[in-house]
């Protein structure tokens, strides 16, 4: 069954860190770009990163970028969100996507930030 | 920027068939593929039309996806509608460096 699971969610302060784990299976993921995505309460979605299925080409959306960091193992069929300097409007739930093609998602993993 | 406009919401009776619009604000919505997702509440998106028209396994047919390059936009046509299918879809494409860009959303009831 393909399917991708994320996991690393929680309740963080502002100015805090957290960092999403998203395991794949299923499919080849090697050779497949990945996408982080998410959705704040009430709110459409908002594409967040992308990462190429080499890693050689990364890409942010202006409101992450200097302050969130994709990446992914291939061995181990994962990809990782790390996220830095957390902000109130970063509350969402957040999903691990493969776009590319015929386009999967994940159930998602909520982040709240908050003190 | 690029960005994909869809209506807010549309509705339309049981055993209809409803569109909704999708219109990219510059360049041409043709020169990159075009993906379809609902999402009910609570739930993840799932994916109905990929790559402009192409259907996953498991979606009806009544779903079908379209391009018209006249107006820069794309459309989901959704025929003989059933009440199972309302919910939010959002289109998705791409902009000229590869950057994900997803429209606003169209609230479908089916009433």
């Known amino acids: 069954e393909v399917q991708l699971v994320e996991s690393g969610g929680g309740l963080v302060q502002p100015g805090g860190s957290l960092r999403l784990s998203c395991a794949a299976s299923g499919f080849t993921f090697s050779s497949y770009s990945m996408n982080w995505v998410r959705q704040a309460p009430g709110k459409g979605l908002e594409w967040v990163s992308y990462?190429?299925?080499?890693?050689?080409?990364?890409y942010y959306a202006d409101s992450v970028k200097g302050r969130f960091t994709i990446s992914r193992d291939n061995a181990k069929n994962s990809l990782y969100l790390q996220m830095n300097s957390l902000r109130d409007e970063d509350t969402a739930v957040y999903y691990c996507?493969?776009?590319?093609?015929?386009?999967?998602w994940g159930q998602g993993t909520m982040v709240t930030v908050s003190s | 920027n690029f960005m994909l406009t869809q209506p807010h919401s549309v509705s339309e009776s049981p055993g209809k068939t409803v569109t909704i619009s999708c219109t990219g604000s510059s360049g041409s919505i043709a020169s990159k593929y075009v993906q379809w997702f609902q999402q009910r509440p609570g739930s993840a998106p799932t994916t109905v039309i990929y790559e402009d028209n192409q259907r996953p396994s498991g979606v009806p047919d009544r779903f079908s996806g379209s391009i018209d390059s006249s107006s820069n936009s794309a459309s989901l046509t959704i025929s003989g509608l059933k009440t199972e299918d309302e919910a939010e879809y959002y289109c998705?494409?791409?902009?000229?460096?590869?950057?994900?860009?997803f429209g606003g959303g169209t609230k479908l009831t089916v009433l």
């Open positions: 998705q494409s791409y902009d000229s460096t590869h950057q994900g860009v």
């Open positions: 990462i190429s299925s080499s890693s050689s080409t990364k």
């Open positions: 996507a493969k776009l590319e093609l015929l386009p999967i």
